[in-house]
């Protein structure tokens, strides 16, 4: 997987979290900027995601390509099912929702990038 897309989707994603628990806990409902945002993060993982496919059909294949599959139908649906439930919730639970999704992000990417590091023989 590419290192620097890695970091960015992981440090956009961290600081979007911080920024959504920051309006939990200031009783803040998401606004439409926010929902934005986490469209825009999306595209990032998606961007990231069609990278790592690329990686596998070039020849690059991780030792469990059916673990790294999953996590890469884990990574891609994450943050859009966030955002709607979000949308659901017009409340600060909206935002608590949105900053949890954004905290799993990063866990997800590292872990595409630990089992894409272990190359099968």
């Not at 628990?21 to 993982?45: F, H, K, M, Q």
């Not at 390509?65 to 890469?72: A, C, D, E, S």
């Amino acid at each position: 997987m590419n290192g620097p897309l890695s970091v960015t989707t992981i440090v956009v994603s961290l600081v979007l979290a911080a920024w959504y628990l920051l309006r939990s806990a200031l009783n803040r409902a998401p606004s439409r900027a926010d929902l934005i945002a986490v469209g825009l993060l999306s595209a990032l993982v998606t961007v990231l995601l069609g990278v790592a496919v690329a990686g596998l059909l070039t020849g690059e294949q991780p030792s469990d390509t059916t673990t790294y599959i999953g996590y890469m139908i884990t990574t891609i649906g994450f943050g859009p099912t966030a955002l709607v439930l979000a949308k659901m919730e017009p409340t600060r639970f909206g935002s608590l929702i949105l900053g949890i999704g954004c905290l799993v992000l990063p866990v997800l990417v590292l872990r595409l990038q630990q089992i894409a590091s272990v190359t099968g023989a």
